[in-house]
């Protein structure tokens, strides 16, 4: 199993700005997608913004012109910008990759899992 590491995260006021990474170990040859969701309290998981490896972004309409993953494949690493955070984006936010390890095996990994306050 592939395991994530995801930082960044923590407490913040609304209007204020977080950054999420998340890293795959060298063990990997290739990643596919680079996915990132979260879970708002009472609620089901949602995916918040995706990139594939034709570098296309798209996102979640609740977090259009706010979010911005990038993708940085030399480091196997995602990340998610996120800017003026509101309270409603309180959540645990997870990554999601997908690709091909070194030993030509696919594989599909979630990250740990981070909390993301934002106070009003």
């Known amino acids: 199993q592939v395991q994530l590491e995801e930082s960044g995260g923590g407490f913040v006021q609304a209007g204020g700005s977080l950054r999420l990474s998340c890293k795959a170990p060298?063990?990997?040859?290739?990643?596919?997608?680079m996915d990132w969701y979260r879970e708002r309290p009472g609620k089901q998981r949602e995916l918040v913004a995706m990139?594939?490896?034709?570098?296309?972004?798209d996102y979640a309409d609740s977090v259009k012109g706010r979010f911005i993953i990038s993708r940085d494949d030399a480091n196997h690493r995602t990340s998610l910008q996120m800017n003026n955070l509101r309270p409603e984006d309180t959540a645990v936010y997870y990554c999601?990759?997908?690709?091909?390890?070194?030993?030509?095996?696919?594989?599909?990994?979630w990250g740990q899992g981070i909390q993301v306050t934002v106070s009003s």
């Open positions: 999601y990759l997908a690709g091909v390890t070194s030993q030509v095996r696919g594989f599909s990994s």
């Open positions: 060298r063990s990997i040859s290739r990643i596919e997608q």
């Open positions: 990139m594939s490896r034709a570098n296309r972004p």
